[in-house]
């Protein structure tokens, strides 16, 4: 009996262990795959179908990267002063308050008539102008006698307003009839803001639907070319400019030449304002003007004149009247003056109507001048 079992258990190992070989033998081998997730040759690119190139997230070539600049969409031009008159708050405070003040105490004697006179003249208004006022005043508040805020209010809104003179023609001649583009001449001393004036213009005139090309004239100032062309490629004016220290009436020409050419509506030429000698200064500015005539007329003279400089830029203003005809007058920077009176002074020593106001470093801080509007800024509504 125990022969057989061990017999038994000898044959059970036995077909165990060939089992157990034949396993070993004929097992599955593991396939030799990249585990899932390992990169690609590219780094991290997909094979594309039925070739073995990577481009999916490879940079598209450098020229595709390069956009074109988007053109700004400026604003019209038409409510910009009343946007900015709290620009006018310096203004505001010594002119219009203190006049107010002065005119709204109930008597009035030479004194209080003196500090009137002197708030005016220290505002620019100019001693004639100042004078007629305070005669003026002096007259109305003699029949009216005692005056209420409003009154007061009143009476000098409406001197204000007289010696500005809402009637002026300040249309900005940038219509030519036929077919030609109307030519603007911009002119001043450097500093003034001349070249930012003849940019924002342009902004301007092309938030009023108009097209424009820029004559950068003012060669004497390398730098002005270049401030002109980024006004003008913000918006998509032309720029047309010359060598450094060339001919400005050559540029100014061109300018001309490009705007009838190209069909624009308003071609504006920005020119250099040296000062040195008042026959320099004529010569240059006359040549200019003279060469312009050969193509199209002149439209718009406009005189560039810092609202801060006082006396010495109404000096300079009067150099630049007697050599070209000026039929307008930009005031900037009168955001950053107590001295709004200047408006009055500037028209009347110069005949010519203040047309655009600077109220700012910003693109579009140049705005019609709105008689109405900028002296009840100064008043305070
Ligand atoms: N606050 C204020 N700044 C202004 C105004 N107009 C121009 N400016 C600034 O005055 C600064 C000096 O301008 P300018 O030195 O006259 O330079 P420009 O405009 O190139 O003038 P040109 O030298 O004549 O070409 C610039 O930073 C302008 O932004 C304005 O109405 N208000």
Known sequence: MDGYLVITIVVILAALLAAGGLFFMYRPKARN????????????????????????????????????????????????????????????????????????????DDEAWDEIEETLITADVGVGPTRAMVEELRTRVKVLGS???????????????????????????????????????????????????????????????????????????????????TWGDRVGATVVRGPEAGDPASVAFDAVARGIADKVDVVIVDTAGRLHTKTGLMDELGKVKRVIEKRAQVDEVLLVLDATTGQNGMRQAQVFAEVVNITGIALTKLDGTAKGGIVISVQRELGVPVKLVGLGEGPDDLAPFDPEVFVDALLGE
């Open 33 to 108: 795959l990249p585990p899932v997730d390992t990169p690609l040759v590219g780094g991290g690119a997909e094979e594309e179908e039925g070739g073995g190139t990577t481009t999916a997230t490879l940079p598209p070539p450098a020229e595709e990267l390069v956009r074109p600049p988007e053109l700004e969409v400026p604003p019209p031009s038409a409510g910009r002063m009343v946007r900015l008159r709290a620009r006018l708050a310096r203004s505001q405070s010594t002119l219009g308050r203190g006049l107010l003040e002065l005119l709204s105490r109930d008597r009035l």
């Open 147 to 229: 005056r209420t805020p409003a009154e007061a209010r009143g009476l000098l809104r409406e001197q204000l307003l007289a010696q500005i003179n809402p009637e002026l023609d300040r249309t900005l001649h940038t219509s030519a009839p036929g077919d030609r583009p109307a030519v603007l001449l911009v002119v001043g001393v450097n500093g003034t803001g001349k070249t930012t004036t003849t940019g924002k213009l342009a902004r301007s005139l092309i938030g009023d639907g108009k097209t424009v090309v820029l004559g950068a004239a003012d060669t004497f100032r390398a730098a002005a070319a270049d401030q002109l062309q």
